[in-house]
T-cell receptor, first 114, second 113 residues
């Protein structure tokens, strides 16, 4: 059962533009939502994360918007740069489960054109 | 060390061979996770350790997969009698506690011929 759905599968953005990646989840027990960035041949790197008690979190050019009622969250990359070209994964976990296992989306391949 | 390290980085095995993959977590991290990442997919959870205790192994695909963390630090994922469908990148992650952000290693790319 796929619990986290991510879209789009791929995204092409011009340098300086805004990249937007969306995720939807099913399990209302999820209470921690991180985003990971992965370059080819590397492990995923934690980018930014949010908990459902806030609707938005911003760190530099990266912003997470969270809609608890719709069970959706999104990553916005402002002023996108060619160095941002990578695969992005949203994820979710239920802290109450005490295992912290992450459920990942399918990934979005972002290409930022110079 | 500064981050999570994994070895070997690449492993080629013939079908039926046993393999052992090693993970060195960040020092002091209590929680350790193993994930399997198929080509073009997101990582999928395999198993979780809190110190030396394996608290969740619900993601292990078969009894050919076995993981251990005997002293609560280094962990080994063992796959017996490897099959072609085991070909994937195996990722290890660690965190201070289960509820905190997980930091991933570079992964071991396993290819079963």
């Amino acid at each position: 059962q796929q619990q986290v759905k991510q879209s789009p599968q791929s995204l092409i953005v011009q340098k300086g533009g805004i990249s937007i990646i969306n995720c939807a989840y099913e399990n209302t027990a999820f209470d921690y939502f991180p985003w990971y960035q992965q370059f080819p041949g590397k492990g995923p790197a934690l980018l930014i994360a949010i908990r459902p008690d806030v609707s938005e979190k911003k760190e530099g050019r990266f912003t997470i918007s969270f809609n608890k009622s719709a069970k959706q969250f999104s990553l916005h990359i402002m002023d996108s740069q060619p160095g941002d070209s990578a695969t992005y994964f949203c994820a979710a976990t239920a802290g109450s489960s005490n295992t912290g296992k992450l459920i990942f989306g399918q990934g979005t391949t972002l290409q930022v054109k110079p | 060390g500064a981050g999570v390290s994994q070895s070997p980085r690449y492993k080629v095995a013939k079908r039926g061979q046993d393999v052992a993959l090693r993970c060195d977590p960040i020092s002091g991290h209590v929680s350790l996770f193993w994930y399997q990442q198929a080509l073009g997919q997101g990582p999928e959870f395999l198993t979780y350790f809190q110190n030396e205790a394996q608290l969740d192994k619900s993601g292990l695909p078969s009894d050919r997969f076995f993981a251990e963390r005997p002293e609560g630090s280094v962990s080994t994922l063992k796959i017996q009698r490897t099959q072609q469908e085991d070909s994937a990148v195996y990722l290890c992650a660690s965190s201070l506690q289960a509820i905190h952000g997980q930091f991933f290693g570079p992964g071991t790319r396993l290819t079963v011929l």
